[in-house]
């Protein structure tokens, strides 16, 4: 197991060879955000990907994250160190059904969150991330929405656009969802006036007794600005990591033990040394989908 100076040398000696650049979500292990280049969440990522000249892009994050990032920048190469490493939420919207959607009512603009793949994106008007999917759906000219695939991300939308009928996907992330009241109400207790954060794909009754909701960058640039001793962190916890660097004078409570996306995690040092090594995985998309997914993309980057 290669880890600390030897990994962070060996990687970068392979970054300076190969031209490569690493992209990395705050969800992925804190050595592997640790060599990379640039640390984000998705709209973030999506961002640099954009912009990025290197040759090669080693994208640690989920497959659809290296997706969106291919559409984007389909010059580079772009590599995920593990290919199986989706998400769960994403794999919860098919095609067909939001064609058939479509076809039914053509009056519904369809807004899809990037935790999506890349055919998804492609059947859908536009995209969104959790930090700009006010702003996105605010924007529309359409009076009705629907909202794939995340259903407390369509929620938390739906509580602050009034003035739209938004209807929900029925998906979400296992993750964020498993944080329940009971435990949101314990934690809360038991770290008594410390702030509690979370992410708006945790469900509602949580998000209630929240003192932020926020994307992964929003509650980034939250606790950089707050006066507080302890917070509680109600998202995965690689975000920690990233918090724990930006205020260390902070102790970082995560809202339930083991906060873990399994999927992130997936995303190991060794596979990313192999990635840089081996140039494996390549990610690939079909230019016919990559086109048209790519039009739902720059809609969303446009206008946020
Ligand atoms: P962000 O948009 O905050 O990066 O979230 C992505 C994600 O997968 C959250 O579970
Ligand atoms: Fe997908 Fe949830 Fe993992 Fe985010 S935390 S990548 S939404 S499974």
Known sequence: MVRGKEFIDKVKELKREKGALILAHYYVDGLIQ???DFVGDSLELARKAKEAEAEIIVFCGVYFMAETAKILNPDSKVLIPYYKAGCLMADMAIVEE?????????????????????????????????ANAVKIISSLKEDKVLFVPDRNLGSFVS????DKEIKLWNGYCPVHEKLSLEQAERVKRENKGAPFVVH?????????????????SQIVKFVKEVKAEKVIVG???????HLKKLR???????????????????????????????????????????QRARRAIERMLERS
């Open 200 to 216: 708006p794909e945790c469900n509602k009754e949580v998000r209630e007794i929240a003192d932020f909701v926020g994307s992964t």
């Open 159 to 162: 509580e602050k656009v009034k």
């Open 34 to 36: 640790d060599v990379a």
């Open 98 to 130: 939001i064609k058939e959607f479509k076809e039914k009512n053509p009056e519904y603009a369809v807004v899809t969150y990037v935790n999506s793949s890349a055919d998804v994106k492609a059947v859908s008007d536009i995209c969104c991330t959790s």
């Open 248 to 290: 260390p004078d902070i102790e970082f409570i995560p809202a339930y033990p083991e906060f873990t996306c399994d999927q992130m995690k997936m995303i190991t040092p060794e596979r990313v040394l192999r990635a840089l090594e081996r140039e494996v995985f390549e990610v690939q998309v079909p230019q016919e989908i990559s």
């Open 235 to 241: 998202t995965e916890r690689g975000t920690i990591h």
